[in-house]
């Protein structure tokens, strides 16, 4: 986890690329925040543990450090999972809503930057940003956890603290949408990543690691690799030797397996 990519910056021109456990590193324009770069675990006083399954990926914090618990329970209060529950029920009910949430606004997003768009490549690109948020947090956002007597809603944070929510966008290189909000927000959050693997999916029709257009298999691992090591690394996925080379097989095997249907009702 940890997804650093590239990025609008909200309220800003600035364009920034960066990485975060990966060998590019470079900034066009300037810095991602007037602010220090967070350290480990900022804002995160606890942090609670969870399993590598749908809903419950490590770590946990408090999500009242960025946002009222109210606020996300009167907005997002169908995608929590509730540690409370059975967690075999659980999942079935929240990968059911969680799998129409990020279909909805996956097929909503396509289509409003394409005009025309197949729905060949709606299929597509669903399968391919189903597949993103699997490698990044196991779908994994708010989780109702908890602790003793004591009930905690928290927010996914991974890469020491620097990954946030589901698409896992990295505070180190996005200080200032970060406080804005996109990593706390589950919607703000989606979209944010969106507009990075958008960018890829859109190259990746071009590049020359994919054959042709309607590749889908291969376009979504060209713009996974951008989204991971940033736009020059759209073709690392081609590269078995690649000092990333993991993240890129994990992710195919993801796509492969699409193990999320096993939670979504036919």
């Not at 602010?35 to 990926?57: H, I, N, Q, Y």
């Not at 799998?99 to 005009?115: E, I, N, Q, V």
């Not at 969106?194 to 376009?219: H, K, N, P």
């Amino acid at each position: 986890m940890g997804f650093a990519g590239w990025t609008r910056v909200i309220g800003s021109a600035v364009l920034l690329i960066a990485l975060s456990g990966c060998d590019l590193e470079f900034i066009i324009g300037g810095g991602g925040s007037s602010d220090v770069t967070p350290s480990d675990w900022w804002k995160c006083p606890e942090r609670l543990g969870g399993s590598w399954t749908f809903g419950r990926a490590p770590y946990g914090c408090d999500v009242e450090q960025f946002a009222s618990a109210a606020t996300v329970r009167a907005q997002f209060g169908a995608h929590i999972f509730d540690d409370e529950q059975s967690q075999e029920v659980e999942r079935v009910r929240y990968m059911g809503g969680l799998y129409t949430f990020l279909g909805d606004r996956a097929a909503a997003y396509l289509r409003d930057r394409r005009s025309g768009v197949s729905d060949a490549e709606v299929e597509a690109w669903r399968h391919a940003v189903y597949t993103t948020a699997h490698q990044e947090s196991f779908w994994t956002h708010y989780r109702e956890a908890h602790t003793g007597l004591r009930r905690l809603l928290t927010m996914l944070r991974g890469d020491n603290g620097h990954g946030h929510g589901l698409m896992q966008i990295d505070d180190r290189w996005h200080t200032d949408p970060i406080r804005s909000g996109v990593g706390w927000h589950l919607e703000d959050n989606l979209i944010y990543a969106l507009d990075i693997y958008y960018d890829g999916w859109r190259r990746a029709e071009t590049a020359d690691c994919v054959s042709f257009a309607e590749d889908w298999e291969a376009r979504a691992r060209a713009a996974y690799s951008a989204y991971n090591g940033g736009p020059a690394q759209i073709c690392r996925w081609t590269d078995p030797n690649h000092r990333w080379s993991q993240n890129d097989a994990g992710f195919h095997d993801k796509y492969q397996r699409q193990e999320w249907l096993n939670y979504v009702a036919g």
